[in-house]
């Protein structure tokens, strides 16, 4: 009697066929990118993409050694990233961002879901600040150049301790008013949720006691998701929350910062 119980219902499991794959979050419902719109990103966004990239490279070298303060190689990645955005046709809703004191330096905790991350931030952040980076971005062609000669701040997730010199830069340029951007998921989301959060981002912040500012991106996964160079130009936002105080914290409380801090910005992503 088992036996056939069990028989009927994996029948009905089997006939039911796979599980749908699932929607990213902020899909346009029945928007559709077929082959015109496959052509468009491979022989234009992309080419033109790649022209900035190594067009600017040579010009931001010169740069570079007569930048003392990174605001030229700022200059330089604002200037890339706004003819990237102009090229792609998506443009940017800001919020939130008249809420913080700009004076002070914060620590701005974004959401990863796309290579095209970086270029947003650029563009909407309007003040200089430096990235934290993984090791891997490093032997990417010029781009990898250019993190490393302006001072962003690289960390090696395979061997932590040659990130020591990386850290204690970003420590000291908090203290000296410089704002920080991390990723604190790690890398960039496969499926357009925003996955657990590393409590180790947020030492700087605790050590530096700068508030956390949330920051959600929305829609470049589904602009640019990870494994394709197929861009599919939309409207983008991004979600500036309230900032999050580190005053009096150590760094024993790393974990209960960074579960308020994906909190927030959990609250900032999947507001509709």
Known sequence: MNTSV???ETE?????????????????????HGWLSRL???????????????GLGPA?????????????MHGFAQVWSWLIMKTILSPVKVTGLEKIDRSKP???????????????????LPFQFHIVFKKELLSYPVVGWHLKRSGQICID?????RSIGSIRAALKGLKEGLPL????????????EIKPFLSGAFFLAIKAQVDVVPVALVGTYELLPMDTYHIKPRPLEMRVGEPISTAGLTLRDME????????ALEKLYYEI
């Open 106 to 124: 914060h620590v701005y905790a974004v959401n990863h879901a796309s290579a095209l991350d970086i270029p947003v931030l650029y563009v909407n």
């Open 157 to 161: 997730q395979q061997n932590p301790s």
């Open 181 to 192: 951007v991390i990723f604190p998921e790690g890398g960039r989301t496969p499926d357009g």
């Open 256 to 263: 209960a910062l960074s579960a308020k801090v994906q909190a």
């Open 40 to 54: 468009r990103s491979y022989f234009v966004f992309d080419p033109l993409i790649w022209f900035y990239t190594l």
């Open 60 to 72: 931001a070298l010169i740069g570079g050694f007569l930048d003392r303060d990174g605001s030229i």
């Open 6 to 8: 069990e028989r009927v």
């Open 12 to 32: 009905e499991v089997e006939s039911q066929g796979p599980e749908p794959a699932r929607q990213s979050p902020h899909a346009v419902p029945g928007l559709k």
